[in-house]
């Protein structure tokens, strides 16, 4: 087994990773390295609770799950890689194109994986979209609008709505949006982006508009603070028909909710969540394929025992932060910029 370490024990390591973590034989957690160790060892007693990562044992450990707040992300994942070790990483990755460029070439390097944790390549919504591409339901697409809006209109006290590096609903959502982009189409040749501040009182962005050019092709990406309706998830055009999808992937909430993620129906939605597809000939729904965050675990655990490619390409990771970058400078100029490709 995979003997495995979380670094900070937030809500994003006890609902997102943990379980998963847990449910899968390939891995045993073994260490967690939090400011409150003695509550936490209460609550995992078989574990190494630690107070700092440098109090980690290297020797005793294969992979270090980093989850810790934005700006401690360069910091901690370059420690761990130089200790030779495995390393999953909240998104984002980092805060800027170089640190990224820089750690995944230590990984290269000291020969470990270094991978993004882009579990949303594993919603339902985002799996039944690709399905819908890929066998050609709706012809050549041409249009792809995906939103993930939220109705948080009050600032709150945390560190994600306070000013400082890596705040903000750009760093908080954008990755999770421009990932699932990347995915399917690779790199924009041109992007252009609004991010604002329109909440009373925030130091920080809460909403953002970003429009990516592609050759064919259009893609707009959203996320509003104003929003207590259904979420405008996806809304999929092309030539031979239209795919509309609102509401969220069923997980986050299940796992909330302390859901088993091993049971049988992990991951599905309801009939009434279905999206629709509309063709000249007509409309029907289209069932929500289940999402699972767990296969993300599975393709680790044979990326480090079996060589097999990982989960989230490393080089695809690089490319968001890039976008997101020129987001903020693009929203900065009041312009379109044009993305350097490789």
């Not at 993930?148 to 999770?176: C, N």
């Not at 060589?307 to 400078?329: F, G, K, R, T, W």
Request: negative net charge; charged residues 25%; hydrophobic residues 40%.
């Amino acid at each position: 087994m995979i003997r495995t370490a979380v670094v900070a024990y937030g809500f994003s390591s006890s609902t997102f990773h943990i379980p998963f973590i847990q449910a899968d034989p390939n891995f045993q957690l073994t260490s967690i390295v939090s400011s409150k160790a003695d509550a936490v060892k209460l609550e995992f007693p078989e574990c190494h609770v630690v107070t700092d990562l440098s109090l980690l044992d290297p020797d005793q450990i294969e992979l270090v799950v980093i989850t810790s707040p934005n700006r401690l992300h360069y910091q901690q994942v370059h420690f761990c890689l130089s200790l030779g070790l495995n390393v999953v990483v909240e998104k984002p990755f980092v805060l800027t194109s170089d640190e990224a460029v820089e750690l995944a070439k230590l990984a290269a390097d000291k020969g470990v994986h270094l991978v993004v944790f882009q579990n949303r390549r594993w919603d339902g919504d985002f799996l039944t979209l690709r399905s819908l591409i890929d066998s050609g339901a709706v012809g050549d697409v041409k249009r792809l609008t995906s939103r993930f809006d939220r109705f948080r209109p009050i600032v709150r006290e945390r560190w994600r709505e306070q000013r400082g590096a890596g705040a903000g609903v750009l760093w908080d959502l954008g990755p999770h949006l421009l990932d699932q982009v990347v995915c399917l189409y690779g790199c924009p040749i041109a992007i252009q982006a609004n991010v604002s501040a329109l909440r009373e009182g925030s130091d920080v962005d809460d909403n953002f508009e970003i429009w990516l050019e592609y050759p064919d092709k259009q893609v707009h990406l959203g996320s509003s603070s104003f929003q207590p309706g259904p979420n405008n998830r996806f809304t999929l055009e092309g030539t031979g028909g239209s795919y509309l999808k609102y509401g969220l992937d069923v997980q986050e909430q299940d796992l909330k909710n302390g859901a088993d993620v091993l049971d049988d129906r992990w991951g599905q939605e309801s009939e009434d969540s279905w999206g629709i597809l509309y063709q000249e000939s007509g409309s029907k729904l289209v069932p929500t394929k289940p999402g699972n965050y767990g296969v993300f675990w599975h393709q680790l655990g044979q990326a480090i025992l079996e060589s097999a490619q990982a989960p989230v390409p490393i080089e695809e990771s690089i490319q968001v932060i890039e976008l997101i970058e020129l987001a903020i400078e693009s929203s900065r100029l009041g312009k379109k910029l044009i993305v350097q490709g490789d």
